[in-house]
């Protein structure tokens, strides 16, 4: 049980790591294109397809956020806690998405630093993601503690691990 769990989570951690990465791409590209949008189409386009990406976006990864946040722990959290802690791991993460699409969409990376440039962005953005998840867990741990009391072990997590 302990492993199938483990492969479990293992599976759940590499597809939220794979839409997020695909959400940020998106949102870097749509910052990039913003010049061309506008020509080409007017502003309150490109306003309205900022606004659906940014919604969309948040919703998505509110989800995730749940999904992780539920599912991972060796905790039994309620579902209210977890939304309350996905909804603001979410926006936090909407925030620096949105600071680094823009940054990244200024920026050449490959000018200063040449190839290297794009590998420092890339560390750069999972530095902050990884700050803002484990943020968010911890928000939701708290919050749980703080309104129902206490946090009941699952069962995995009461069984012996140890190795001999």
Sequence with gaps: NIIKARLFSFGLILSIAFILVVSLIISALLATFSNWLTGNYSDSFLIAM????????????????????KILPDAQITWEH??????????????????????????????????????????LWVSYSSMIVFYGAEFTYA??????????????????????
């Design 82 to 123: 977890v939304w309350i802690g996905s909804m603001v791991t979410a926006v936090l993460f909407e925030l620096g998405k949105f600071g680094l699409s823009f940054y990244f969409s200024k920026i050449n990376p490959s000018t200063g630093y040449g190839a290297a440039g794009s590998m420092i962005l890339i560390l």
């Design 50 to 69: 900022q606004l659906v990406n940014m919604v969309l976006s948040l919703v998505i990864l509110t989800l995730l956020f749940a999904l992780m946040f």
């Design 143 to 164: 919050y749980a503690k703080v309104f129902s009391g206490k946090i009941v072990p699952s069962e995995i997590a009461t069984e012996d691990t140890t190795v001999a």
